[in-house]
C-alpha cells in the first residue's frame, strides 16, 4: 500500500522530498518493532537488526526505481561530467533519503526511551569507540570518551581501511541484488543515529549539533556508499538487459569504474575532515 500511497516517480524531480519519505519509513520501522516485537522474549534480542530490516522494505521500491532509471540514462553518458550530470539527483536523493533516517531514529530514541530498539547499533559503536569495555560502554551508552591511543596516522589509515571494506561490502551486495545495498546504508544510519542521540544527551533540541557532529564527514562518506551502489546496481542490470557481447558492455565498464573511483576520492575526503577536522570543532 505504501508503494503505492508514494510513487517512487512522483519523487524523480524532488530530491529533497525524500527527506520526509526517510523520516516516515524509519518511524514506522521504529514503531513497528516496538509493538509487534518488544515484549518476545527471543526477538526482542535482536530489535537492532529488525528496525533496519523493515526500514529495508518499505525502501526497496524507491532504490529499484532509482537504479532502474539511472542505468536508461547511463547508456547515453559519456565522461566523468557527464556522468555526474546523470547521477547527482540519484544520490541527492539517497543523501536525503539517509538524512531523514538519522533524524527520525535519533528522535525515537530519545522520546522512546528504549536502547532494546537499537542494541546491536550500540554494541556496534562501542566496539569502534571502546573495543576493550565493550559491555561497560555499552550499559553507561557514554560514547562522548572514545579511545584515543591510536595517532592521528594510525586512525587515518584505519578509517580509511574500514570505509574501503565497506564499500565493498556495498558494491557486493549491489551487484547481488540491485537495491540490496539498502541495508548496508540503513544500518549506518541506524548506528549514526545511536551516537547522535548520546553526543545530543537525550535532548532532543540538541539532535542538529548531534548531527552536525556525526554528519561532517558523514556525508561526503555516505555519498560515496551510495555512488558505490548505484554504480553496482547499473552494472548489473546493464549487463543483464545488454549481455558481455554488446558495444554497451565497454560503456557500462568505463562508466562504472568512474563511478567507484569518485567514491573512493570522497571516502579519503571524508576521513580527512573526520580525523584533522571534526575533533577541531567538536573536540
Known amino acids: 500500500m505504501l508503494e503505492s500511497m508514494f510513487n517512487p516517480q512522483r519523487m524523480e524531480k524532488g530530491p529533497w522530498k525524500m527527506l520526509f519519505i526517510g523520516i516516515l519509513y524509519a518511524s514506522l520501522s521504529l514503531i513497528l518493532v516496538k509493538w509487534f516485537f518488544a515484549n518476545d522474549a527471543v526477538l526482542a534480542n535482536y530489535s537492532g537488526i529488525l528496525v533496519v530490516t523493515f526500514c529495508v522494505m518499505f525502501t526497496i521500491p524507491f532504490m529499484y526505481f532509482i537504479i532502474r532509471e539511472d542505468e536508461h540514462e547511463d547508456e547515453e553518458s559519456f565522461g566523468f561530467l557527464s556522468v555526474w550530470r546523470i547521477h547527482k539527483d540519484a544520490i541527492y536523493s539517497f543523501l536525503w533519503l539517509f538524512l531523514g533516517f538519522i533524524i527520525a531514529f535519533a528522535f525515537w530514541y530519545i522520546v522512546l526511551h528504549d536502547s532494546t530498539l537499537f542494541n546491536a547499533q550500540l554494541q556496534t559503536y562501542c566496539m569502534i569507540n571502546s573495543p576493550g569495555n565493550v559491555n561497560s560502554c555499552a550499559q553507561r551508552y557514554d560514547f562522548s570518551n572514545p579511545t584515543g591511543a591510536a595517532t592521528q596516522g594510525l586512525r587515518f589509515f584505519s578509517i580509511i581501511e574500514n570505509n574501503v571494506y565497506v564499500m565493498i561490502f556495498t558494491l557486493i551486495f549491489s551487484l547481488i541484488f540491485g537495491a540490496g545495498a539498502i541495508f548496508v546504508l540503513a544500518w549506518n544510519a541506524s548506528v549514526i543515529s545511536a551516537a547522535v542521540s548520546i553526543f545530543a544527551g537525550r535532548s532532543i533540541s540538541d539532535i542538529p549539533l548531534g548531527i552536525a557532529r556525526y554528519m561532517i564527514h558523514g556525508f561526503p562518506e555516505v555519498a560515496a556508499y551510495f555512488i558505490t551502489a548505484l ?26 569504474v568512474i563511478l567507484l573511483f569518485l567514491a573512493l576520492i570522497i571516502l579519503i575526503f571524508a576521513a580527512v575532515i573526520e580525523v584533522y577536522l571534526t575533533p577541531v570543532l567538536f573536540g
Request: proline letters at 0%.
Open 231 to 256: 554504480a553496482g546496481g547499473i552494472f548489473g542490470v546493464g549487463i543483464i538487459r545488454n549481455g558481455f557481447k554488446t558495444k554497451k558492455f565497454a560503456h557500462i565498464i568505463g562508466n562504472t
